[in-house]
């Protein structure tokens, strides 16, 4: 029940007060019905505790453990729905930061292209014209000072 003790008194879960409650009647069977009986028995007697009222002691202490097994049973599933939750919100913020990226890359290759890879390609377009023999053809720069500067 160390594990138990762990959670118990978490506020979200109450279950201090069956856990409680368990270890009492557990106390009680033991110390009213089990003790007593097993001294008897190595002693050769027959059992001074009638069994009906180690049934009843037990009895209790089974639906004491019902009570805390079920508040168990509902936190598990309160937990599972919390774990579902989150893993969803962690699923859209996954779907958001892909997007983001993906609009990004976009962003990226058309900056890329427009400033670089465009003016380049426009350069050599007209070095080859000025190469072919077009010599009236004039060779003018755009874009980053490097690309003017050739």
Excluded at 65 to 79: I, K, N, P, S
Excluded at 98 to 121: A, D, E, N, Y
């Amino acid at each position: 029940m160390g594990a138990l003790d762990a959670v118990a008194d978490d506020p979200d879960l109450a279950l201090r007060a069956d856990l409680d409650e368990l270890r009492t009647r557990a106390a009680a069977w033991r110390t009213q019905y089990a003790e007593p009986t097993l001294a008897d028995v190595r002693a050769g007697q027959r059992p001074s505790v009638p069994p009906e009222r180690g049934r009843q002691l037990f009895d209790r202490l089974r639906q004491s453990f019902g009570a805390l097994q079920a508040d168990l049973d509902r936190a598990a599933v309160t937990a599972r729905d919390d774990l579902i939750d989150a893993a969803g919100r962690l699923r859209l913020i996954a779907a958001l930061i892909s997007l983001g990226m993906i609009v990004l890359l976009i962003v990226l290759t058309v900056g890329l292209r427009r400033v670089v890879t465009q003016p380049i390609s426009e350069l050599a377009a007209e070095v080859r014209r000025v190469a072919a023999g077009n010599f009236d053809s004039a060779v003018q720069g755009s874009g980053p000072r490097e690309l003017v500067g050739l």
